[in-house]
Nanobody, 118 residues
């Protein structure tokens, strides 16, 4: 199941960006979608997570600034990022947990670069 993520860009501090990620294909549902990020020399970390019941979780560092949401079809996820800081600079990855019958597995999208200048 391909995951296509896009929306990364170079932006000034205190600016905003909106990341998007969509899954293609059929025969599965997507109980969970999430955004992770990874900076050079650091481990990949969870930024935000959303279930198909619209329950959300956020990293403490982005609470109040970032908002995760899903489309009505539950095949796309968005990350609205406001009040960006230089420390938000990272490659952002989309993640989806898929359910097909009894099979449950995770899929990663390709990263999209977010660079925040001071």
């Amino acid at each position: 199941v391909p995951l296509q993520a896009y929306g990364g860009d170079l932006v000034q501090a205190r600016g905003s960006l909106r990341l998007s990620c969509a899954a293609s294909g059929s025969g599965f549902s997507i109980p969970v979608m999430a955004w992770y990020r990874q900076s050079p020399g650091k481990q990949r970390e969870l930024v935000a997570r959303i279930t198909n019941g619209e329950n959300t979780n956020y990293a403490d560092s982005v609470k109040g600034r970032f908002t995760i949401s899903r489309d009505n079809a539950k095949t796309a996820v968005y990350l609205q990022m406001n009040g960006l800081k230089p420390e938000d600079t990272a490659v952002y990855y989309c993640y989806a947990e898929l359910l097909s019958g009894r099979l449950r597995y995770g899929v990663w999208g390709q990263g999209t670069q977010v660079t925040v200048s001071s």
